[in-house]
């Protein structure tokens, strides 16, 4: 069975970007192979965060997994941190991957140029390393994210072809795989920007007051053209309400166009809402029953449990490999 591996970092409160694009899909493949879900606390700590702040994050994070519909006996869920042999694993693996590689990912070059020099972190700059220490620790074939962590799968790929040919059939070959629709959704007040959750403006927060949902969306940014029309380009807001609909509904552009041929953006915005709200109402509620029941500490023990072993099998493999006496 293929190794299928995905991670998010706790870094603030989930957006329905991330469900859309990550969580949602990692419920879909979870059955299609030996599935590993983590929390990316390690990566959370590459811009400042407070203890308390990534703790919750943390805890938060495992219950939408599990609300969202992730199956604690069909995948492995756990946390980065509980695992350190990713870190050891990173530690080798950082010789195999490049300053100017790692200089050109378009996560760095974003994140650091609001940032003064000084303040930049090695952690920041070196993050991909960590995060191909994540994917090939696992034997890891299939990697589902949202589009802006391709590249960085892009080069957990290169890295494999490089230690693989100095040092033979080491290290699996992952691949990123992407949703059909939604894997990047837009913010909703400017939508040539990616939703994230480091950054709140447009964003619609998995753990919003459902009211609140409804009123972003309902003031979403659109344009003057008054057609209902795929368009990234000339209608990016449309657009993108366009993608969320088709990515909840399984409606395609072309039955959303003709669904909303001749009504206004009002019509269309709210049809939008209704999806969106029932969705995330239906979430709301399985995570409020999960958030204090202990479940999300015992499938973290367990799930810690099972993903060690073969972390560390991985990490005697490539210690071995390498020549580290002893191993
Ligand atoms: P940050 O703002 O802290 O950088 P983020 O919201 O961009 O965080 P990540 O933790 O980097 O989220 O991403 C978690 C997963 O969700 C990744 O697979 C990522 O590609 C996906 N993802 C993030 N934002 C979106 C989005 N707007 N649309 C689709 N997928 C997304
Ligand atoms: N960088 C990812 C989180 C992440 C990840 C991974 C995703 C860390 N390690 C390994 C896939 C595979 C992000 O979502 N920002």
């Given at each position: 069975m293929d190794h299928i591996l995905s991670g998010i970092k706790p870094t603030g409160q989930l957006t329905l970007g991330n469900y859309i694009g990550a969580i949602r899909n990692f419920v879909k493949v979870q059955k299609e192979g030996d599935t590993f879900l983590f929390v990316a606390d390690l990566h959370a700590l590459t811009l400042p965060i407070e203890p308390e702040t990534l703790k919750n994050n943390s805890r938060d994070l495992v219950a939408f997994y599990l609300a969202a519909g992730l199956d604690p006996k069909t995948?492995?869920?756990?946390?980065?941190?509980?695992?350190?042999d990713h870190s050891e694993l990173a530690i080798i693996?950082?010789?195999y991957l490049y300053m100017g590689e790692l200089s050109r990912m378009t996560q760095f070059k974003d994140k650091s140029s609001k940032m003064k020099e000084e303040a930049i972190g090695l952690g920041l700059f070196a993050y991909p390393v960590l995060m191909a220490a994540d994917i090939v620790?696992?034997?890891?074939?299939?990697?589902?994210?949202?589009?802006?962590q391709v590249q960085h799968v892009e080069l957990a790929r290169d890295l494999v072809k490089?230690?693989?040919n100095r040092y033979g059939d080491i290290l699996i070959m992952p691949k990123a795989e992407m949703v059909k629709v939604g894997a990047r959704i837009m913010s909703l007040s400017d939508p040539t920007?990616?939703?994230s959750k480091s950054d709140p403006k447009g964003d619609i927060y998995l753990k919003d007051d459902i009211k609140v949902i409804r009123k972003k969306i309902m003031s979403a940014v659109t344009d003057m053209l008054a057609?209902?029309?795929?368009?990234?380009?000339?209608?990016?807001?449309i657009s993108n309400l366009m993608t969320i609909l088709s990515s909840l509904t399984g409606k395609s552009f072309d039955e959303i166009e003709k669904e909303?041929?001749?009504?206004?953006?009002g019509d269309f915005k709210r049809a939008v809402a209704d999806v969106v709200c029932e969705e995330i109402s239906k979430l709301q509620a399985?995570?409020?029953?999960?958030?204090n029941s202990g479940l999300v500490d015992e499938v973290l023990a367990e799930g810690a449990k099972k993903a060690s072993v073969i972390a560390s099998a991985t990490l005697k493999r490539v210690q071995k490999a390498i020549g580290l006496y002893h191993k």
């Amino acid at each position: 069975m293929d190794h299928i591996l995905s991670g998010i970092k706790p870094t603030g409160q989930l957006t329905l970007g991330n469900y859309i694009g990550a969580i949602r899909n990692f419920v879909k493949v979870q059955k299609e192979g030996d599935t590993f879900l983590f929390v990316a606390d390690l990566h959370a700590l590459t811009l400042p965060i407070e203890p308390e702040t990534l703790k919750n994050n943390s805890r938060d994070l495992v219950a939408f997994y599990l609300a969202a519909g992730l199956d604690p006996k069909t995948a492995t869920i756990f946390l980065q941190s509980d695992v350190p042999d990713h870190s050891e694993l990173a530690i080798i693996l950082q010789n195999y991957l490049y300053m100017g590689e790692l200089s050109r990912m378009t996560q760095f070059k974003d994140k650091s140029s609001k940032m003064k020099e000084e303040a930049i972190g090695l952690g920041l700059f070196a993050y991909p390393v960590l995060m191909a220490a994540d994917i090939v620790i696992y034997d890891s074939k299939r990697i589902p994210v949202g589009e802006d962590q391709v590249q960085h799968v892009e080069l957990a790929r290169d890295l494999v072809k490089r230690f693989n040919n100095r040092y033979g059939d080491i290290l699996i070959m992952p691949k990123a795989e992407m949703v059909k629709v939604g894997a990047r959704i837009m913010s909703l007040s400017d939508p040539t920007k990616k939703m994230s959750k480091s950054d709140p403006k447009g964003d619609i927060y998995l753990k919003d007051d459902i009211k609140v949902i409804r009123k972003k969306i309902m003031s979403a940014v659109t344009d003057m053209l008054a057609k209902v029309h795929y368009d990234p380009v000339n209608q990016p807001g449309i657009s993108n309400l366009m993608t969320i609909l088709s990515s909840l509904t399984g409606k395609s552009f072309d039955e959303i166009e003709k669904e909303f041929d001749g009504k206004g953006y009002g019509d269309f915005k709210r049809a939008v809402a209704d999806v969106v709200c029932e969705e995330i109402s239906k979430l709301q509620a399985r995570y409020n029953e999960i958030i204090n029941s202990g479940l999300v500490d015992e499938v973290l023990a367990e799930g810690a449990k099972k993903a060690s072993v073969i972390a560390s099998a991985t990490l005697k493999r490539v210690q071995k490999a390498i020549g580290l006496y002893h191993k």
